[in-house]
């Protein structure tokens, strides 16, 4: 099993960055691959971005490419997710995941992941 917690939400205005962590306890981080789901009020939780165990393969959802950046650091067991731009739809909890261990693809439905962390809020004001 592996643990996570996130960090780093807060509140900001439109056009602000800010950089959320996903730190891993428990099993070999590296075992894992990892992604930020996010929840708005009164929304689904969807997906945001997925790196592979390694970082060669990174997918965003289109809401988020070219402003998202997710990067891993298997030595410091931490995902990161860079958020530049921000924009008022961006306002969601954030949360990283994790599904079974050794997994060669980045999933992107929230019910195929069996680890969570508790969850970070990001604002966004105008």
């Known amino acids: 099993q592996v643990q996570l917690v996130e960090s780093g939400g807060g509140l900001v205005q439109a056009g602000d960055s800010l950089r959320l962590s996903c730190a891993g306890s428990g099993r070999t981080f590296s075992d894992y691959s990892i992604s930020w789901f996010r929840q708005a009020p009164g929304k689904e939780r969807e997906f945001a971005a997925g790196?592979?165990?390694?970082?060669?393969?990174?997918y965003y959802v289109d809401s988020v490419k070219g402003r998202f950046t997710i990067s891993r650091d298997n030595a410091k067991n931490t995902v990161y997710l860079q958020m530049n731009s921000l924009k008022l739809e961006d306002t969601a909890v954030y949360y990283c995941a994790a599904p079974y261990p050794f997994r060669s693809d980045i999933l992107t439905t929230s019910s195929e992941y069996n680890h969570w962390g508790q969850g970070t809020q990001v604002t966004v004001s105008s």
């Open positions: 790196i592979s165990r390694s970082g060669a393969t990174i």
